[in-house]
């Protein structure tokens, strides 16, 4: 009896290849880890400004060259070859090439944020020409892939369909058109992408019941095609098997902190993150111990601004930027609590990995963290600044609380661990390609 040929899925590097990470490149990063683990063949697809004729080792030098990079521009002087290949694209649809991994390249700096995969392929500013055909057409632009996958698994809502195969689309959540004054994005244009992923799609992927009925609720002939995955987080069992006093020697020699002495909350700065109430309600609480902020500013809010670099001068806030993964999670394992009280939440992330590292969660009743978290995070109320006032009182006195919370956390992040992933998306999949 023959075996049976491994599924072959493709993923886009939209996300990965941003320079800095955002909760859809670790969705993408750990999805891709997760087919790797179910022994599928998967090709990432990125969008860099590689030109397709390159010779072979020049495609690989250019990739680590702009992986994680800010691009100096990104327009096309007119009739160079880089403006010919876009209005080709544009025209009669773009074509991937592989990226040679040959190891010519030292790509240790990258292992973090690399997916796992077979091939690496570039279509030339692929998701540029895609914004701009679907500004000016409307209509999807094709991408026609070296070898067509089984599926091809956009894990962002993107106006491209790869040729020959299946295409689905991962749809983290709708609050762009829910909470549109959280956001930035174009909403006449969001909310025409997203009509047209649900009629054009194969199938979609969502993170959460929440999500999923937020689409189907935007839109109900998205129902039988909607799929719940959730989505998983990777171990990091390097981090949780420190020992209690190597944790605490990188707390005080790169930080100054102690265990259990700082809150923390990371994530980007803005508006549906609920930074200004969770500042304002951090102030009100006068704790003794500091809030610790990672993350950059996504945009600006004036009060939350403000009130964040008050707490800032008076020595209350510490902020930093960005941080590596690991760095992070040692970061997250030592704190006396995660605060998340976000506004609206896909999935919510953080609020699973600081459970899963054992570390007591606040967050919000609101979307899908309720769900995810269960009971095993301290739920206050998002738009009542003195629930998450309170509630920061409660786990800066309350050991009892904070311990339990502590045994609890695990064992509910390990409903989202990797094995249940990897069911979960086989039974996906299977469904998507038995619908041939």
Not at 4 to 16: E, K
Not at 344 to 365: D, H, K, Q, R
Not at 417 to 430: A, G, P, S
Request: hydrophobic content about 40%.
């Amino acid at each position: 009896m023959s075996a049976q040929p491994h599924l072959h899925v493709a993923l886009d590097g939209f996300n990965l290849a941003l320079p800095r990470g955002t909760g859809v490149a670790t969705y993408a990063r750990t999805l891709s880890h997760a087919l790797r683990e179910m022994s599928c063949e998967v090709d990432v697809l990125y969008g860099l400004n590689i030109p397709s004729n390159a010779r072979s080792l020049l495609r690989e030098i250019l990739f680590f060259d702009q992986l994680c990079a800010e691009e100096k521009s990104r327009r096309a002087r007119f009739l160079t070859a880089r403006w010919k290949e876009r209005l080709r694209a544009h025209l009669l649809g773009h074509r991937a090439v592989e990226i040679p991994v040959d190891r010519h390249v030292d790509s240790r700096s990258f292992s973090d944020r690399l997916p796992a995969f077979n091939t690496l392929l570039n279509a030339r500013d692929l998701f540029i020409i895609a914004w701009n055909h679907y500004r000016h057409t409307r209509r999807f632009l094709e991408v026609a892939l070296p070898r067509s996958p089984d599926i091809m698994h956009w894990t962002y809502p993107l106006p491209i369909r790869a040729r020959n195969t299946k295409n689905i689309y991962t749809i983290h959540d709708l609050v762009p058109l829910r909470l549109p004054h959280t956001t930035l994005d174009n909403k006449t244009n969001h909310f025409r992408l997203i009509t047209d992923i649900i009629h054009k799609a194969d199938a979609i992927c969502t993170v959460s019941e929440a999500s999923r009925q937020d689409i189907i609720a935007f839109n109900p002939a998205a129902e039988p095609i909607t799929f719940n995955t959730y989505q998983s987080v990777r171990k990091q069992t390097s981090v949780q098997q420190l020992p209690d006093e190597i944790v605490a020697q990188n707390l005080s020699h790169l930080y100054d902190l102690q265990p259990n002495g700082y809150f923390l909350y990371y994530g980007s700065i803005e508006p549906k993150k609920n930074i200004g109430r969770l500042v304002e309600g951090f102030l009100a609480s006068q704790s003794s111990r500091p809030l610790v902020i990672v993350g950059a500013m996504a945009w600006k809010a004036d009060a939350e601004l403000r009130l964040l670099e008050h707490g800032k001068k008076r020595g209350r806030i510490i902020q930093m930027e960005y941080l590596p993964e690991y760095d992070l999670m040692v970061l997250i394992r030592g704190a006396r609590a995660v605060l998340f009280p976000s506004l609206s939440e896909g999935f919510g992330l953080p609020a699973v990995e600081a459970m899963m590292m054992g570390t007591p969660v606040l967050t919000s009743s609101e979307a899908s963290l309720p769900e995810v978290t269960g009971q095993a995070g301290l739920m206050v109320e998002a738009y009542d600044t003195n629930s998450i006032m309170e509630g920061i009182q409660e786990l800066d006195c309350n050991d009892a609380l904070c311990a339990r919370l502590q045994k609890e956390g695990p064992q509910q992040a390990s409903n989202f661990d990797m094995e249940h992933y990897r069911v979960t998306l086989k039974k996906f999949y299977d469904n998507v390609l038995r619908n041939r």
